[in-house]
């Protein structure tokens, strides 16, 4: 390693934020954790963290926030490397997607370049949804080169994210990351907690190709792309190992010692209704439905098969944990904590 490195990882305090700050501990940088004062830091308790906090709805936020920046390490002296990973995957419109993933973004780059901190490598944490739908009567799997034709708001909101990265001239690096699995994540918890309970809920009757990340898998992957990766870059990351639903289920089962789970498939037009009847009911309590219009584009995709070729070749990306060990530590995980 080069020194010790000042890494700003933003998001901290969200569930892959925790493990990006636990990697770049155990690698030995001097990791400063960027939250908002009301975040949660459960899992930054470790005394060698360093935290600055960042108000991105007040008046004035870019102002505010290059203030925040500027006290925090003296005049010349920057972070070496900024992990940008705050975002939301669900809101109540697409107005809430766009000012918090695209419009904080915004006034952060502004605050960057107002401080005179801009550091030398940004990774932008996006996400497939970016793309938009793969190809799905070949089955080929997405890859850089794909045009974006997003068709969920969250995505949308990200690839807008993207661009102004591209056209503000930042030196970035973006991962397009397929789905996040491990200890902490609630999204997956659901499934588990469905097929502890004996059923495993599936969506539409055609064959369905699925593609995981397991959570330090990312985080080991960003600062090897940190490391070694150019500035400039787009990749793709996931596991490159394609599942169907049929083969998570079993592998998830397993891993709770469950012999009988009852898969129950949805057609695709009764999800679109009950979506559509869960998101208004979460705006009229002003709360994101976890059903909704973007979890039905999301969960009707029948391709998400990734090549990850590109970050292979040039940061030497090789997931370690397989589907089968990641479900397993997750599991254990839950269990131990009383989720499960």
């Known amino acids: 390693m080069e020194g010790k490195k000042k890494i700003l990882v933003m998001g901290a305090g969200g569930f892959v934020g925790g493990f990006i700050v636990e990697e770049g501990l155990r690698r030995g940088y001097e990791i400063w954790a960027g939250v908002r004062h009301s975040t949660s830091r459960k899992y930054l308790a470790d005394e060698r963290i360093r935290f600055i906090e960042f108000d991105f709805d007040a008046d004035n936020a870019a102002e505010g926030m290059a203030k925040a920046l500027e006290n925090a390490l003296p005049a010349g002296e920057k972070w070496d490397w900024i992990v940008y990973n705050l975002g939301a995957t669900k809101c109540l419109r697409f ?19 107002m401080s ?22 070949s089955g080929n799997p997405v890859n850089e080169e794909n ?22 001239g930042i030196p970035y690096i973006i991962f397009r990351a397929t789905g996040i699995y491990g200890p902490r994540d609630k999204d997956y918890f659901l499934m588990f907690k469905s097929i502890k309970a004996g059923f495993d809920f599936s969506v539409g009757y ?22 070694k990766a150019p500035t400039g870059r787009l990749y793709n990351v996931a596991d490159p190992q394609v599942y169907s639903q049929k083969e998570f289920r079993r592998i998830s089962a397993e891993a709770m010692n469950k012999r009988l789970v009852v898969p129950v ?15 208004k009911i979460g705006v009229a309590k002003g709360k994101p439905s976890t059903l909704n219009s973007d979890k039905y584009n999301i969960m009707a995709q029948r391709n998400w098969s990734v090549n ?18 990641g479900v397993r530590r997750s599991i254990e995980w839950y269990k131990k904590e009383g989720w499960l």
Not at 265 to 279: H, I, M
Not at 308 to 325: S, W
């Open 95 to 113: 107005s809430d997607f766009s000012r918090i993933n695209y419009d904080y973004l915004r006034y952060f780059l502004a605050a960057l370049k």
């Open 116 to 137: 005179g901190k801009m550091p030398d490598k940004f990774l932008y944490i996006s996400s497939l949804s970016a793309v938009g739908p793969a190809e799905e009567r």
């Open 147 to 168: 045009i974006p034709v997003p068709n969920t708001r969250y995505g949308a909101s990200k690839l807008k994210a993207e661009m102004l990265l591209q056209m503000e």
């Open 206 to 227: 055609k064959r369905q190709l699925l593609t995981f990340i397991y959570v330090e898998d990312l985080a080991r992957a960003i600062y090897d792309a940190l490391e």
């Open 265 to 279: 498939t949805v057609p695709l037009w009764g999800l679109k209704g009950v979506s559509a009847v869960a998101e």
């Open 308 to 325: 990850v070729d590109r970050a292979k070749k040039e940061f030497g990306f090789n997931p370690q944990v397989t589907l089968k060990e």
